[in-house]
């Protein structure tokens, strides 16, 4: 089988070519960036649009196609034309691209930043998405039209909302690499109190979502639609940065909590329902949180 990743130099598009690769499926990823993993066929473009996709998909006869690749993953990233372009017209030529070459199925990856804020101590698929953020708006609005196209197109795809992804490979930016990298040479670390919620999901369990999905779409088991990746446990921010220290065996009184501010747009919880993933494809998170940031920091030092 061969498949088509875009987003394949990324964090989560890393992480899944490597599972891929080992598993025996060829890859081919297409992006500006090449996918770093051995065994992946790269081809490398300046900019990803439809002609780009049916170039390469006529070359190569894939079966399925991952599609990762976002703008405005980076919080300073906000150029409103290229989120746009990226991330709400992109998916659609995707999906358009997939059908016209015979793929079974698209898998695209969405996040929880879609879903509007709101009061609930867990989100489902049903709940409202956001229209303020433009990141979330656009990428709602993108997954939101691409199922459409799926379904006019009778080609199944399955929209993956991904919570609090964590693992190896992660921007340095982030919470877990900033974290280990000042830990690691026994620095403090200047934090928030900490108080925010968030359903932190090992990158390795994301990749078996996303491989499972795919599966199901073809053998028929899932429905087109949205999907929360996500435990629907809800962890603290200070309980996963005293998680990364216990790991890492360094004194906690390094993290210093409270020493900077709550961001203003910072969402005091974000959780998500994870029943209709489970109930469509037999995924759950396989990884406490623990065993997560021991495999993740385990590879950063192997790295």
Request: proline share 4%; glycine share 10%; aromatic share 4%.
């Amino acid at each position: 089988m061969k498949v088509l990743l875009t987003g394949g130099a990324g964090f989560i598009g890393t992480n899944v070519a490597r599972k891929l690769i080992g598993s025996g499926v060829e890859v081919v990823a297409i992006g500006r960036r090449p996918c770093p993993i051995d065994g992946v066929e790269n081809v490398v473009v300046p900019r990803l649009d439809l002609s780009e996709f049916n170039g390469v998909m006529s070359r190569h006869g894939v079966t399925i196609v991952y599609h990762l690749a976002a703008a405005g993953v980076h919080p300073s990233d906000r150029d409103l034309s290229e989120l746009v372009r990226v991330n709400t017209l992109l998916p659609v030529d995707v999906v358009t691209a997939a059908k016209a070459h015979g793929a079974k199925a698209v898998v695209l990856m969405g996040s929880s930043a879609e879903y509007a804020a709101q009061a609930v101590t867990m989100l489902d698929e049903s709940m409202a998405l956001e229209t303020q953020r433009i990141y979330g708006a656009t990428k709602a609005a993108g997954g939101l039209v691409a199922l459409a196209t799926g379904v006019q197109h009778q080609l199944p795809v399955a929209l993956l909302r991904a919570f609090n992804i964590y693992g190896a490979n992660e921007a340095a930016h982030r919470l877990l690499p900033s974290l280990a990298s000042k830990l690691a040479r026994r620095e403090s670390v200047d934090l928030s109190l900490g108080t925010q919620v968030r359903d932190f999901v090992y990158v390795d369990d994301a990749c078996d979502a996303l491989v499972l999905a795919a599966q199901a779409l073809i053998d028929g088991r899932m429905a087109t639609g949205a999907y929360n990746v996500s435990t629907g446990i809800g962890t603290p921010v200070a309980e996963f940065a005293r998680t990364v220290a216990r790991v890492l065996r360094v004194d906690e009184s390094l993290l210093r909590f409270g020493a900077l501010p709550l961001r203003p747009d910072d969402l005091p919880m974000v959780v998500g329902d994870p029943g209709r993933i489970q109930r469509a494809t037999g995924w759950r998170a396989a990884y406490s949180l623990e065993q997560g940031i021991t495999g993740a920091l385990e590879r950063l030092v192997l790295n």
